[in-house]
């Protein structure tokens, strides 16, 4: 079965402290990994996606990585502005994306 | 990438009325998909809307609660019918331009409250 887990669930750091999410999944003909960024009460962000394992991607503060099993989305020096809740999703077989739960990313000045 | 938009962006409907969401994106694309998202809770696809063909539903979702058009490359709309609390939720409506391989872009969201 298709499957995505994010963790942590919610992660709180000081403004300029670094960090990383997490994604893992399990799909059966990976057809990209997604990264996306979602403010409350408005549609999700794209923000990246990656084919391959190895592949490195950046914006920003922002950069995502892709294992054989698992996405990392690394933050560096945050600023409050990247408060938000961040979305992994990987596409299958079926052209669907299967998303995960997220992480809500709080930065405190 | 697309600019897609959303109408209405929110609505407060009475229990057991319909309403219908409409999504328009400023460039043709090949797929759109309509999502669900709870509060809290992360999106659930309810159908993929395919120009010229009718609506794939997701298990749990059927054609007589969340009627699907897709009359054009550009235009869908999303009814929901026969609204019951349970329904309070945001839509989004989602496309797939092609150029952009399997990435997906995403409207604004419909916040929906049922009372």
């Known amino acids: 079965e298709d499957q995505v887990t994010q963790s942590p669930e919610a992660l709180r750091l000081q403004e300029g402290e670094s960090s990383s999410l997490n994604c893992s999944y399990t799909?059966?003909?990976?057809?990209?990994l997604f990264w996306y960024r979602q403010d409350p009460g408005k549609g999700p962000e794209f923000l990246f996606t990656?084919?391959?394992?190895?592949e490195e991607k950046e914006k920003e503060r922002l950069k995502a990585t892709l294992t054989k099993k698992e996405s990392f989305l690394h933050i560096t020096a945050p600023k409050p502005e990247d408060s938000a809740t961040y979305l992994c999703?990987?596409?299958?077989?079926?052209?669907?994306?299967?998303w995960g739960a997220g992480t809500k990313l709080i930065i405190k000045p | 990438s697309a600019v897609i938009s959303q109408k209405p962006s929110r609505d407060i409907c009475q229990r057991g009325t319909s309403l219908t969401i409409q999504c328009q994106v400023d460039?043709?694309?090949?797929?759109m998909f309509w999502y669900r998202q709870q509060p809290g809770q992360s999106l659930t696809l309810i159908a993929t809307?395919?120009?010229?063909?009718?609506?794939?539903?997701e298990s749990g979702f059927v054609i007589d609660k969340f009627p699907i058009s897709r009359p054009n490359l550009t235009f869908s709309t999303l009814t929901v019918s026969n609204m019951s609390p349970e329904d309070s939720s945001i839509y989004l409506c989602?496309?797939?331009?092609?150029?952009?391989?399997?990435?997906?872009?995403f409207g604004p969201g419909t916040r929906l409250t049922v009372l």
């Open positions: 989602g496309v797939r331009t092609g150029a952009a391989g399997d990435t997906q872009y």
């Open positions: 460039s043709q694309v090949t797929m």
């Open positions: 809307a395919n120009q010229g063909s009718e609506a794939t539903y």
């Open positions: 799909v059966s003909g990976l057809r990209g």
């Open positions: 990656l084919y391959s394992a190895g």
């Open positions: 999703a990987v596409g299958n077989s079926n052209y669907q994306l299967i």
